[in-house]
Structures are given as structure tokens and as C-alpha cells.
């Protein structure tokens, strides 16, 4: 069974990078047909997809949060990382990791990050 660990500082200054990385377990980031996702939900608020790395590298992104978000992943480390750029207080949520194939969906506990100075 695949799993994920979500990993990262859990205070972001504004302005700043706010960088994460999943760690995977139980399976390969290159294994067809898996697509990698990064999710948030900020306080009180429902679920927001925020981008996706497949098996094969390729990235989709939030049209919301394209221009600040990147996706990249290291097959070495078996790792996929999320970076957003240029944070604000609304930037705060718990960001949580995906793994998807089919109906097989698997999701990392999450990590609080808050945003402030």
C-alpha cells in the first residue's frame, strides 16, 4: 500500500517560498498511470487542488495558483515537492499530498502551515 508524508516548515513569513515535499513509500513516483497531487484546505474553507505531477513528469497546475506554484519531483529520493511563491496570511492551510490511479486513492495526514510574520 502506498504511503505519503507530508514535510516542511510549518511557518512562512509573507512573501516568502513556501516549500514541501511528500515522501512515498509502498510504491514508485514513475509507476504508470500515477498522478501525484498537492491539496490544501485553508481554515474554514473547503478542499483546493493545487497542482499535479504524473508518472511521467508532466505538471498541471491550479488555474488560480499557476503563476506562484511549482511541482517537481526527485526519483532518487522517491520524493515530490510543492513550492508557492509569494505567500500571503491567505496562504494558510493544511497541505496535504495525493497519490491517484483509478479508483486507488491514497492521501498523506497533512501539515499545517501558517503564514505570518
Known amino acids: 500500500q502506498v504511503q505519503l508524508q507530508e514535510s516542511g516548515p510549518g511557518l512562512v513569513k509573507p512573501s516568502q517560498t513556501l516549500s514541501l515535499t511528500c515522501t512515498v513509500s509502498?510504491?514508485?513516483?514513475?509507476?504508470?498511470?500515477?498522478?501525484w497531487s498537492w491539496i490544501r484546505q485553508p481554515p474554514g474553507k473547503e478542499l483546493e487542488w493545487m497542482g499535479v505531477i504524473f508518472y511521467d513528469g508532466s505538471t498541471s497546475y491550479s488555474p488560480s495558483l499557476e503563476s506562484r506554484t511549482s511541482i517537481s519531483r526527485d526519483t532518487s529520493k522517491n520524493q515530490f515537492s510543492l513550492q508557492l511563491r509569494s505567500v500571503t496570511p491567505e496562504d494558510t492551510a493544511v497541505y496535504y499530498c495525493?497519490?491517484?490511479?483509478?479508483?486507488?486513492?491514497?492521501w498523506g495526514q497533512g501539515t499545517q502551515v501558517t503564514v505570518s510574520s
Open positions: 495525493k497519490a491517484a490511479w483509478g479508483f486507488q486513492v491514497y
Open positions: 509502498g510504491g514508485s513516483i514513475t509507476t504508470s498511470y500515477y498522478a
